[in-house]
Every structure is written in structure tokens, then in C-alpha cells.
């Protein structure tokens, strides 16, 4: 940053503007193996207008902007890897309308998922996407999240309607309406949802409401087997059996909620299960579902028949990279997820849980299975080069594997720093494609450098 930039963003956000080590670490942290990657400074907007004026500064100055959020990502989406400025969103906080009678709402980008929900709850309405964590809706927008949920309701693809951006050069753009469908021109909104920041700052989301269930079961049960459970997700999927959640969490993870929760599950491969609808709809799927866990020999099935207890159960599930990382004290995880064809699930998870104990890792295998995406949270010693090594190449393995068997390098994580180096496998010349939108978009390449798409070879 040159002394210039400095100066005109401290005046415009005063205290709102810092270039403190503290700050500067906090913002250049991962929740991962990635290291620590501060930016030179970090700046709080607090309006869409300020934003527009943090990027008209740091184009005149070429100065890089990363967006930042709950930082919750895995892949080092926020890392300012090329220097420059934490655009941090978080106080840019408000439900800014709920529009009932259409099931929408219109917020800004620093407001959590937990948040919204709390401000629904008397509305009758919620909002689905549950990637575990408390993130932020501007960056699980940027990030095209999904989680637990997802089988169901569908990803942020499916439920953000419209978006108001940010330009590299400070041009303020809206996307998408509030009508429930257009052919007006290119699909703006889907180019954003996934761009990683690279393409503009999410300032404004217009976002699909879903009903609140009459009537909610879940259940977890157990099998001797990771093959046993996972066919036991296809047989559930290819039936059609309406789940609203349908989780897979191998042995490990169990050992692991055991110790972290004190869950007192056995010590096998477990599905956690929920249904939504009516009570005659919630108790015919159970029943359904129960059939086909009989057939493939499930046992120790026990309902969670409360709010509480559901509660409870799907707070185990989301805590469980915490609950890995204390399996194995003062480990760092390397998280990686693939997502392949259903029909293809239990061949990429079995092959990656061989590849895992061939490199001699602690690797528990978890997932949002009910869509074909699961992770492996792989539990490295810090500063062990080998151990990283030989985890990368279980990661490189599960990517070359998921395009092979006709899926994708990640189905949630987003790519970051960690997949960057599989798009060009994966997307062919398509890739290409991407760096001349970003470069049309942002053609001094200051909206965070050096993720999604190709180093650009000439300014």
C-alpha cells in the first residue's frame, strides 16, 4: 500500500481503518493448515456507498481488496496472499426487510445464518442453508455454500434471488429481482454466487424464505460397515425418500463426538437423519427409511423425538471438525471435500479411506452424503512437512478421483488456495473462460488476487 492509499482511506473511515498487527493477524488467519497471511490493513464499511468508495481508493492506488466475513472458510478463500486490504463486513449487520407474503428477505452481507433465523422465528418462515458454521451470508453467498440441509432446500444457488455488487471500480451494480423467475439477460447473479470475491463485493442479498415444518424427526443409527451405510444412503436417495438431512459420519468421527460430547454412540460408522413436513408425511418417510436401514442390517436406531435433543444432535454433527482436531491435541486439520454421482459414492468413499491409511494418517471421513459430497478431515502435527505431504497427496487423489468418476474437485469448500491448482482439470478450457470474465470485470485484478482463476500474464 503506498502512503497515498493510506492516507485517503483513514480519512475516509477514521478509526474504522487500521493497520494494527493484532487486527491485521486476526484477518489473516485459517481455519486450516494455511499460514498465517495478514493483510497490510484492515477497514469495517458500513454502507454500500463506503464500499464503493474503499474501491474507487484502492483502484486509483491498485491496491488489492479481500472480502472478509465470519472467516469460516477452509480453503484460504481470505488470505491476502498478494498484500493489501481485509475488507472486513461484519457491521454491515441489518435484516434490512422480510417480506412475508413472498417468503423473501432482503439483508446485508455481515448478517450470520443464525441471526436471520432469530429474527424469523415469529414470521413462520426460516432459511435452509446449513453449512455448520455461524458464517455469514455474504460469504456463503461468494462461497455458493450448502451443508446439512442441502439435499432438501437446495444450495445458495437456489435461494439467493438477487444480489446488490460492488465493483474493482467502485460501480455499484443490482442483479436478479424479487420475481420468482426471468429471461431478462445473462444470469448475473449465478456469475456471482461462487466468484470467491474475484468479481465484486457483495453488499445486499435478496434471499429465498422456506415454511417452517409442521412436524420434524430426526434419528441416527448405526451400521458395521462404512460400505453398509453409504449404500444405505443411495437406497434412500434412489427410492425417493423425502430427507430433509442425511449425514454420514465414519467411526472415527463417532470416537471423536464421544470424547469432545460425550455422546456414548458405538464406535461405528453412523447416518444422522432428520425429516420435514406434515406429521402423517414426517412419520411415513421415517417409516420408509427405517426399512431400508433393516435391509442393510443398521441397528441401534434411536429417534431424537424432541427440539431439544434435535438440537442437540445436529450441534454434535456441526462441532465435529472441533471434536476431530481434539482427538488428536494441537493438530491442524487439512479439510478437503469431493462431491461425485450418487451412483459413484460408495466406490469414492471406500478408495479414499484406503488411501488415507495407506499414507498412515488420521483422517475421519464425514458428509453431506444424501447429494454425493463428503469431507475428510486429515490431522496433522504443526510444522510436520511429511505429515502435509503425504495429506496433500490423499487430497490430490480424492480430486483426480471425483473428476473420474464424472463429479467435481469440491462440492462446498469452494477452491480458495487449497483447489485452485485442480481448475484447469476440471473445467478444460473453460477455465480460461473464467479469467477473461475476471479479467473484463476487474481488469487490474485488485479483487482477491490470486484464487479461482488463472495468474493473469500481462497486466
Not at 362 to 382: S, T
Request: proline fraction near 4%.
Amino acid at each position: 500500500m503506498t502512503p497515498d492509499a493510506i492516507a485517503a482511506l483513514s480519512a475516509l473511515l477514521g478509526r474504522r481503518f487500521s493497520q494494527s498487527r493484532a487486527e491485521r493477524d486476526q484477518h489473516g488467519q485459517s481455519e486450516t493448515w494455511f499460514a498465517l497471511t495478514p493483510p497490510e490493513a484492515v477497514v469495517w464499511p458500513e454502507s454500500t456507498a463506503e464500499v464503493s468508495k474503499i474501491l474507487k481508493i484502492c483502484s486509483a492506488h491498485r491496491v488489492p481488496v479481500v472480502a472478509f466475513g465470519a472467516g469460516s472458510s477452509l480453503e484460504g478463500h481470505t488470505l491476502a496472499v498478494a498484500g493489501g486490504i481485509s475488507l472486513d463486513t461484519s457491521r454491515m449487520n441489518r435484516v434490512l426487510a422480510v417480506h412475508s407474503a413472498d417468503m423473501q428477505a432482503v439483508v446485508q452481507p455481515g448478517v450470520t445464518r443464525e441471526a436471520l433465523n432469530t429474527e424469523l422465528r415469529a414470521s413462520g418462515l426460516f432459511f435452509p442453508v446449513d453449512p455448520g458454521a455461524n458464517a455469514s451470508l455474504g460469504g456463503m453467498a461468494a462461497t455458493r455454500a450448502s451443508g446439512t440441509t442441502t439435499v432438501r432446500y437446495g444450495s445458495m444457488r437456489a435461494n439467493v434471488l438477487a444480489l446488490e455488487v460492488v465493483l474493482a471500480d467502485g460501480r455499484i451494480i443490482r442483479t436478479g429481482s424479487r420475481a420468482a423467475k426471468t429471461s431478462a439477460g445473462y444470469d448475473l447473479t449465478a456469475l456471482l454466487l461462487g466468484s470467491e470475491g474475484t468479481l465484486g463485493i457483495i453488499t445486499e442479498l435478496t434471499l429465498r424464505l422456506h415454511g417452517q415444518p409442521e412436524a420434524v424427526s430426526a434419528a441416527v443409527c448405526a451400521f458395521d460397515s462404512l460400505h453398509a451405510a453409504v449404500e444405505t444412503v443411495m437406497a434412500t436417495i434412489q427410492l425417493g425418500v423425502g430427507m430433509a438431512r442425511i449425514e454420514f459420519v465414519d467411526a472415527a468421527v463417532v470416537r471423536a463426538f464421544n470424547l469432545y460430547a460425550g455422546a456414548e454412540m458405538p464406535e461405528k460408522p453412523h447416518l444422522l437423519v432428520e425429516f420435514h413436513g406434515s406429521p402423517a408425511t414426517v412419520a411415513e418417510e421415517a417409516r420408509r427409511f427405517g426399512e431400508v436401514v433393516a435391509e442393510m442390517g443398521g441397528a441401534d436406531f434411536s429417534w431424537a423425538t424432541t427440539a431439544e435433543a434435535r438440537g442437540k444432535l445436529w450441534k454434535m454433527r456441526h462441532a465435529a471438525y472441533p471434536a476431530c482436531l481434539a482427538a488428536r491435541p494441537g493438530s491442524v486439520g487439512l479439510v478437503t471435500d469431493i462431491c461425485v454421482p450418487i451412483s459413484r459414492l460408495s466406490e469414492a468413499v471406500e478408495q479414499t479411506r484406503d488411501d488415507i491409511a495407506a499414507e498412515g494418517l488420521a483422517g475421519p471421513i464425514l458428509g453431506h452424503v444424501g447429494d454425493g459430497n463428503f469431507h475428510a478431515i486429515l490431522l496433522l502435527e504443526k510444522g510436520n512437512a511429511d505429515e502435509l505431504a503425504r495429506a496433500r497427496r490423499v487430497s490430490g487423489r480424492m480430486a483426480e478421483r471425483a473428476l473420474a468418476l464424472g463429479g467435481t474437485v469440491t462440492g462446498e469448500h469452494g477452491i480458495g488456495i487449497g483447489k485452485r491448482g485442480y481448475m484447469q482439470a476440471e473445467h478444460g478450457q473453460g477455465w480460461q473462460v473464467m479469467g477473461a470474465i475476471k479479467a473484463a470485470l476487474d481488469p487490474m485484478g485488485i479483487l482477491n488476487p490470486g484464487k479461482v482463476v488463472p495468474d493473469r500474464t500481462a497486466p
